[in-house]
């Protein structure tokens, strides 16, 4: 994957990095280093991720279960809450009450679902690894679905939002471009090389309570390649030179995990109640 990450030298060492690594560097280059290189015990009262974000997570497990059996999710693995058994998908590790949140958009990602078409599957939210040797970095990233279709290979990454759907593919993409550029410069930088495709493809399927759609990107698309290489350029190269992890204070502040070990933080830090702490129904799950 020599070039994915579009650095022109190495850093100041070698180390790791993912998409969840620059989204935390992006809030704080502190919390960065502390959390992710220092690997320092987290304060687990202190981060509260909200609706959005546990109705995300349940969904991919949901997901995770469903599409690990190698077949397509169907109507019929989605029984009505008040119906569910033990033999259906996920049962042990999802409440009724998460279930009744989440079957709403899994209904609706039935008629998405990439198992229902003739697919190569490569893996399934599992770990993938490979190594910049410019930047003499290893580039990690575990991607919902990556399957060959029609010689493509193709990256399945999955969101959800209480929103309506977006309109078209550009706002779409707009609306979680840290994700999509990112994928797009690992299929361009090595992926579809490795697994013997001829274009590498990243389908965006957006889940509601009422519909769903998959958006398409594509790495012949000359356009959309050269603005991923600046936006990945300019987003790891921040983080890829950076030796000083400056904190960046804010209102963050008080829901980090981290602020235990930080002196930013350290003199006026209490850790917050959920209920404080509990966001706006800005309606996207990441």
């Known amino acids: 994957m020599d070039g994915a990450l579009y650095q022109v030298q190495r850093g100041p060492y070698t180390r790791s990095v993912s ?47 469903a599409h690990a ?17 033990h033999q259906d998908i996920a049962f042990e590790d999802l409440d009724d009450a998460t279930y009744a949140t989440i079957r709403p958009f899994l209904l609706h990602h039935v008629q998405q679902c990439p198992l229902a078409n003739s697919v190569d599957v490569v893996r399934l939210e599992s770990p993938l690894y490979g190594w910049d040797v410019t930047a003499d970095t290893i580039v990690v990233s575990s991607p919902d679905a990556l399957y060959i279709r029609d010689s493509n290979l193709v990256v399945r990454e999955t969101k959800t939002t209480n929103a309506e759907l977006p309109p078209d593919a550009d706002v779409a993409r707009d609306g979680f471009e840290g994700i999509v550029y990112w994928l797009l410069a690992l299929l361009d930088g090595g992926w579809t090389t490795r697994h013997g495709a001829t274009e590498g493809v990243v389908e965006l399927e957006v889940l509601t309570p009422k519909g769903a759609e998959v958006f398409t990107y594509r790495t012949s698309d000359e356009t959309l390649m050269l603005i991923a290489e600046a936006r990945v350029a300019n987003r790891v190269g921040q983080w890829h030179y950076d030796t000083e992890w400056q904190a960046r204070p804010g209102a963050h502040c008080s829901a980090c995990p981290m602020a235990i070990w930080c002196p930013e933080a350290a003199s006026g830090y209490t850790p917050p109640s959920p209920a404080a702490m509990r966001p706006t129904q800005s309606g996207v799950s990441y």
């Open 19 to 65: 998409a969840t690594d620059l989204r935390i560097y992006e809030r704080c280059p502190a919390r960065w280093y502390l959390e992710r290189k220092l690997r320092l015990p987290p304060d687990l009262d202190a981060e509260v991720y909200g609706e959005e974000a546990d109705r995300g997570r349940a969904i991919h497990h949901w997901l995770r279960v």
């Open 69 to 85: 059996r190698s077949r397509a999710c169907s109507e019929d693995d989605l029984p009505d809450v008040s119906l569910r058994s």
